[in-house]
């Protein structure tokens, strides 16, 4: 099992930049991919970035492309997402989440909640 704790979520306005750390326990060896889900107030969950855990190769949703960046750390067993450009409507609670080869992302952390005024 493979435990996920969110730090660095908080208030800031439009413009201006956060970075979120998701430090993993447990059973690391067996994690293949770590990304950040979000989830706004009424909406459903939704992919931000990802990345490959050997190799780094990442991915994101449109909506933050050119302004996230997801990244890692594995001697510490930890992943990053820097966010630039920050909108009002990237607020949300993120969520950092993990998996192994072949599976769905099933190991969660607790979430970290991001505001953005304008």
């Known amino acids: 099992q493979v435990q996920l704790v969110e730090s660095g979520g908080g208030l800031v306005q439009a413009g201006g930049s956060l970075r979120l750390s998701c430090a993993a326990s447990?059973?690391?060896?067996?994690?293949?991919?770590m990304a950040w889900f979000r989830q706004a107030p009424g909406k459903e969950r939704e992919f931000v970035a990802g990345?490959?855990?050997?190799?780094?190769?990442?991915n994101y949703a449109d909506s933050v492309k050119g302004r996230f960046t997801i990244s890692r750390e594995n001697t510490e067993n930890t992943v990053y997402l820097q966010m630039n450009s920050l909108k009002p409507e990237d607020t949300a609670v993120y969520y950092c989440a993990a998996r192994g080869v072949g599976r769905n992302y099933d190991s969660w952390g607790q979430g970290t909640q991001v505001t953005v005024s304008s």
């Open positions: 447990g059973r690391t060896f067996s994690i293949y991919s």
């Open positions: 990345i490959i855990r050997s190799g780094g190769t990442t």
